[in-house]
């Protein structure tokens, strides 16, 4: 039998945790297919995207495909996406709070369970179930039955900002409320009990103790509604009647009709845009490199 | 108590709204009228048409067959990735995690955008093969993502005890890594999975005429008007998740939630 | 390692029979959504041996770019007439050879004649359908018969209107009602059309192209702008729906078989085209999409009195007189009408 005692050899761990391949095996080479992969679908992409972005149709270089961004009408595109993510991703965050709470105080035989019930929805296509609200919202659609039914005066939420926001909040809420409660599960109760021991009420213990635990789980939570829903055209145009247009449509049209380079410079704006918003989010959350998905 | 009563209040509503459209669905699926809103009578027809419709049935077949293939090959690239990377040091390793994370942290539509662009450039038609890679693309970071959190919690002498105790290399890693990585590689295969079932945006820029998924057929749809052989399909979807995560959750590992000292 | 080896098996099985459709004689169509008996391209695929691979657009605006890109070869397009004009002047269209189309007798030759609006010397295009934009109305749902656009522009059937989501027909219905040439490149014409379209955009339920269909049928809106070919499918499906070409003056069209140059399988489009122009195919096709055909066998053909007389399908000259065909207008004022509607529609 073989025996290899050149793994005996004391190397520094400057990684500092989990598992310790020692370098002398080298399984850097594991990477390659990724870093090749990576480099010619993600990188060269999006150079591409820059490259159309700063060049004009006569392929000199120009400024004026980003400059498009202040058109006013694709200026009120984005204020009208912006305003309708932020008031999406504001709500979604408020409805799924104190349910991610009421959840962990729950006692269940298996808190998978309830992360079932929550994931189900998520399972569906996320195009049906945008299609089932217009099913709900239109002029001859259910609500609009049932009002009728009980002499009600008909509403008209389809093809308007309200349907819009409905259907974001519908298709993101999942998305809320499973970071934050991951998060709110893990807290040791045993932290909650010594806060109260020492006499802290429940509003103190909540403001000090829960809400700054559980922050990474509402910038992951934000991070998966916000960035979605700024950018979607699939609700806006199920839902929107074509009436509304958000900065997801903007640049779907223009790449529909063939304007690859403003739709590359409208792209590259909201790309920087929301790379910093991300940046700025994740400051107050060092920890996670990503990982707190589920 | 009070309390209690509008925490179960409060629950039921939420799961009301989160339920309530797919319900509407089940009950259309049987709607022998093709109206919305009008019952016509109850009916297994659209559920027989559906079965017959050779649209619908090779776009769900192609789904299929996508998000199988992308997520095995993205599960084995992303794998041998993680540990690649975990290995790194931290410059390197930063780096290489910074890119991961820009398709899930990039709008869809930017990366599909960028794909399609690619595949132009490479004068490489749009097909079948043009939709496989990207939705590869997209799933390896989720795959990553999930392997990562398991190989720091892996203990950092078992690889170098195994081959003290005399195992290759290779033997080491099916013998002793890969079983205690499992459960990650296992979550990324299924996040994965999942995310190329339901992705529509990058589809979308990528396909050709000849492909549909099940999502482009669904949009297509839309925009002449709803069959109601899409609300039996997606009864039937909804069923087959819900058995599929009744029997997973039935077998499935408890999660250990572990706990967050402060 | 027995279960991987049988799972990769598998995938590459699959991958296999996932290539494996991609074997014999090909044409594909590029198409209108809804344009086409799907029985006559079953007969079709069945007469030939071909197999016909079919994509949809909505628009000409969105079918050009994707032409011109040339990321995906198609053999068979049908363009509108001021498309088919833009193609021929940028190269994109290869000529049709009409040994391979002795079908074309079949063709009235008014239409040919038509055609050379756009494709002087009927080279590079084959008609296909043709029609007038108009107004379609739900009978029990407006105050009187309606016989002009102001209707479409009218306060009492706010929230009633489907408005037509395709530039060149929006502008078109505007600058007719302002009395204006509807290829006008005059841009005070133009802002006062946008203006009018501004204003209607509250009064607007949706912006539409296929689905106006279904939504007619269905009761949800009193009127919609409708092409001529609709109305006899919707007037089918729902008595109450009335088809009008307004007094204004409205748009005649045609669309066109035509073969973009990069096509792969040429004689497979020529034969698909030839099909198609069969008196007894054109005939089963017109009942299915109840668009006007210019194919005069088929015309000749149609049993039902009602139709074959029909003003809607084959209006006569007092209504031809007022309509006139789309132009290309060039580069420059096609992008200043796209424009124009996005600040229309970006309210």
Redesign the interface.
Known sequence: MKVLNKSTKQIENSSGHGLHVPRVYNVKWLSFPYIIWMAGFIIVPLILIIFYGLTNKEEGFSLENISLIAD??NR??LFLSLKLSLTSTAICLLLAYPLAIILTNIKMKSNSFIVLILILPMWMNFLLRTIAWQNIL???GIINNMLAFLHLPAL?II?TPTAIILGMVYNFLPFMILPIYNVLIKIDKDVINAARDLGASWRQTFIKIILPLSLPGVVSGITMVFVPSLTTFVISTILG???I?LIGNVIEQQF????WHTGSGISLVLMVFILLSMAILSKSDKESEGSNLW | MVKKFFERFYIAIILLFLYAPIAILIVLSFNASK?RAKWGGFTLNWYKELFQNEDIMSALT?TL?IA??SS?VATILGTTAAIAINSMKKTPRTILMTITNIPMLNADIVTGISL?LI??ALKF??G?TSVLLSHITFNIPYVILSVMPKLKQLSPNTFEAAQDLGASRVYAFFKVILPDIFPGVLSGFFLAFTMSLDDFVITHFTK???INTLSTKIY?EV???IKPEIYALSTLMFVTVLLLLILINRRGAEKKAPVRKV | MKKLTL?FTM?LG??LL??C?NAGEKV?V?NW??YIDPEVIDLFEEETGIKV????F?SN??M???I??G????DVVCPSDYMIQKMIEEDLLTEINFENVPNIKNIDPSYLKSSEQFDPGNKYSVPYCWGTLGILYNKTMVEEPIDSWSAIFDEKYS?NILMI?SVRDAFGIALAYLGYDINTTNETELDEAKTLLQEQ?PL????????V??KMI???AAIGVIYSGEAIYTKRENPDLEYVVPKEGSNVWIDSWVIPKNSRNKENAEAFINFICDGEIALKNFEFITYSTPNSIARNLIKDEDIKNSTVAFPDQTVLDRCTTFQYLGEEVESMY??KW??V???
């Open positions: 006013p009408v009120k595109a239109e002029k001859t008209n093809n009647g074509s009436k247009v529909r009709l063939g304007n | 109206s192609t067959i199988l293939i095995l399609m595949f132009v038609t749009l079948f050709g005429p000849e297509t925009r002449k008007g | 799972v995938v699959m991958c996932a290539g459709s594909y590029y959504g809804e691979v079919d994509d949809y909505e605006e969105e050009y770019p994707k011109k890109a990321a995906v070869q198609y929230g989501d955009y607007v339920q949706a912006y539409v192209v296929d689905q269909r279904d269905g009761g949800e796209i424009d996005n600040e529609k970006s309210q």
